[in-house]
Nanobody, 124 residues
Framework: QVQLVESGGGLVQAGGSLRLSCAAS????????MGWFRQAPGKEREFVAA????????YYPDSVKGRFTISRDNAKNTLYLQMNTLKPDDTAVYYC?????????????????WGRGTQVTVSS
C-alpha cells in the first residue's frame, strides 16, 4: 500500500513562491506516474500537474503552465511542486497522487493513491 504525505503548504502573498513536497512510502515510487491536484472550497478537485515514472515527461493545464513545475527524485521517493508567481486563485488544498502505471494522466480517477493534502493560501 502506497502512502503519500504532503508538506510545504502555507500562507504566502500574491506573487510569492512555495515548494510542495510529497514523500512516498510502501511501494515502488520509481515505477509510478505521479500528479498534483487541488481543491478550493466549494469547488471540485482539479488537475494541476503530472509527471511520468522517470520524470522526463510532464504536463500542466493552462492555468498553471509557466508558473508551476513538477519534478521528482526517485532516489528520495519524493515528488515536488514548485509554485511561482502565486495568485489568490491558487488558494486550495493541494493533493499528491500516485498511479499504479508509469504513464502520466490528467484524470482524477486514473490515480490510485492519495495523500491527505496541504493547505496553500495566497493573500492579495
Amino acid at each position: 500500500q502506497v502512502q503519500l504525505v504532503e508538506s510545504g503548504g502555507g500562507l504566502v502573498q500574491a506573487g510569492g513562491s512555495l515548494r510542495l513536497s510529497c514523500a512516498a512510502s510502501g511501494g515502488t515510487f520509481s515505477r509510478n506516474a505521479m500528479g498534483w491536484f487541488r481543491q478550493a472550497p466549494g469547488k471540485e478537485r482539479e488537475f494541476v500537474a503530472a509527471i511520468n515514472w522517470s520524470g522526463d515527461t510532464t504536463y500542466y493545464p493552462d492555468s498553471v503552465k509557466g508558473r508551476f513545475t513538477i519534478s521528482r527524485d526517485n532516489a528520495k521517493n519524493t515528488l515536488y511542486l514548485q509554485m511561482n508567481t502565486l495568485k489568490p486563485d491558487d488558494t486550495a488544498v493541494y493533493y499528491c497522487a500516485a498511479r499504479k502505471y508509469q504513464g502520466w494522466s490528467t484524470g482524477l480517477h486514473d490515480y490510485d493513491y492519495w495523500g491527505r493534502g496541504t493547505q496553500v493560501t495566497v493573500s492579495s
